[in-house]
């Protein structure tokens, strides 16, 4: 049971920080501005781990590579923690492995939370500076559903369309880490 709890909380953390380090990637590669309050809570979340890395790690074509790393090292120290407190007998090989795909997954769940969020705010139409930023960063991710898609009774069904994709993606990511574990 407490291992149970220690894991549960852990995920919660390392989903809190890494998420915002991989906005902070999205939000740079978007060329979103940070004055906004998503920007500064993501900056005063991320600033004291990306920082230092940029030092050593320059952007690649416009990504933030630092923001990434920071995002995997989040990733791995959780599973490092997970390992060590599960008192796994021999090496941590699978550690990085458990680390990478733990990222992908952090990944899917960021894009889902992001468009579901998108979908709730263009029903009520909110007047914030958030909402601006939440459709600047999901128009591209559902540009080439709307393509696909058309309205249906005025009604846009690319964020649904993108869910389900995403589902699908956690899916096949369950299956291939089953596999390369073994």
Do not use: H
Request: aromatic share 10%; charged share 15%; with cysteine.
């Amino acid at each position: 049971m407490g291992y149970q709890i220690i894991s549960f909380l852990l995920d919660i953390a390392a989903g809190l920080l890494g998420g915002a380090c991989l906005l902070r990637l999205y939000m740079q590669r978007q060329r979103i501005p940070f004055g906004n309050p998503v920007g500064r809570f993501v900056f005063a979340l991320t600033d004291w781990l990306v920082l230092p890395l940029r030092r050593i790690l320059p952007a690649v074509w416009r990504w933030d590579t630092a923001s990434l790393v920071g995002a995997f090292l989040v990733e791995l120290a959780q599973f490092g923690l997970l390992w060590l407190l599960a008192g796994r007998p021999g090496s941590g090989a699978t550690v990085p492995l458990l680390a990478l795909f733990g990222l992908l997954r952090l990944v899917i769940s960021a894009l889902t939370a992001l468009v579901i969020v998108y979908a709730v705010l263009s029903w009520v139409r909110a007047d914030s500076p958030i909402v601006d930023v939440i459709e600047r960063l999901c128009a591209p991710l559902l540009r080439p559903w709307r393509k696909i898609i058309p309205l249906v009774g005025g009604i846009d069904l690319s964020p649904l369309a993108f869910l389900v994709m995403l589902q699908v993606a956690a899916i096949v990511l369950t299956y291939v880490q089953a596999a390369a574990l073994r």
